[in-house]
């Protein structure tokens, strides 16, 4: 079974331009969740999607960012007008529901840097 | 979702057992203990998770008090491939998500 596949791996953008983050879940996990992990800190919940629905987005800054997870195809993390400060990990995870006693597996992670 | 207290940092021998704790005193009935590990530049490994038993599997075991209120993650033989900082995270139904504090920094020592 594939893992939680999360592209590109490394992303460079200048300030102002736009990032797109990728992510498509485990095999039959419909819950998706995406964090991010500024410099030397931990991991920030960002938000949490089900197929076509956001269903918590009180992590994600109220400018700029929006999530999406359509129908069809992965879910995506739009960073708009970046500058340095986005510069960090996003990691996605999945679920397969969310119950409380079942995992949710994380990626490898999307590691963006704004010059 | 209940708060957890974990160590900053602990040191451990190589192939000796490492013993990681974590407080939760404010859990409540339905909330599983989760935890991960975050080896650096990579992301969370989810390691092993119980509700009330002592749980093992074939990277760690998880030692759950009676009450409740704390556990211990046990990992047998330690290797240096086991440095990294792990979480540990409790989790019920009403949020959904999993809020990672700032977990346990654990360096195994040749």
């Known amino acids: 079974n594939a893992g939680v596949m999360q592209n590109p791996r490394h992303l460079v953008r200048r300030r102002g331009q736009e990032a797109r983050l990728r992510c498509s879940p485990m095999?039959?996990?419909?819950?998706v969740y995406w964090y991010r992990q500024l410099p030397e800190e931990g991991l920030k919940f960002m938000v949490y999607l089900q197929k076509e629905n956001i269903i918590d987005e009180s992590g994600m800054p109220k400018e700029r960012f929006s999530a999406e997870f359509p129908k069809e195809g992965p879910s995506i993390l739009r960073i708009q007008q970046v500058v340095r400060g986005d510069s960090a990990a996003y990691f996605c995870?999945?679920?397969?529901?969310?119950?409380?006693?079942?995992?949710?597996?994380f990626g490898e992670g999307s590691w963006l840097t704004v010059v | 979702d209940a708060k957890t207290t974990q160590p900053t940092s602990m040191d451990c021998a190589e192939g000796r057992a490492a013993n990681l704790p974590c407080n939760h005193s404010t859990i409540s009935g339905n909330e599983y203990v989760y935890w991960y590990r975050q080896i650096h530049s990579q992301g969370p490994q989810y390691i092993i998770h119980?509700?009330?038993n002592n749980e093992t599997n074939e990277m760690a075991s998880l030692i759950i008090t009676e009450d409740r209120k704390s556990s211990t993650l046990i990992l047998p033989h330690a290797t240096l491939r086991d440095t990294a900082v792990y979480y540990c995270?409790?989790?019920?139904?009403?949020?959904?998500?999993?809020?990672f504090g700032t977990g346990t920094s654990l360096t195994v020592i040749p």
């Open positions: 119980g509700l009330k």
């Open positions: 995270i409790v989790r019920g139904n009403t949020g959904n998500q999993f809020y």
């Open positions: 095999k039959g996990h419909s819950h």
């Open positions: 995870a999945s679920s397969p529901t969310a119950n409380s006693g079942n995992t949710i597996y």
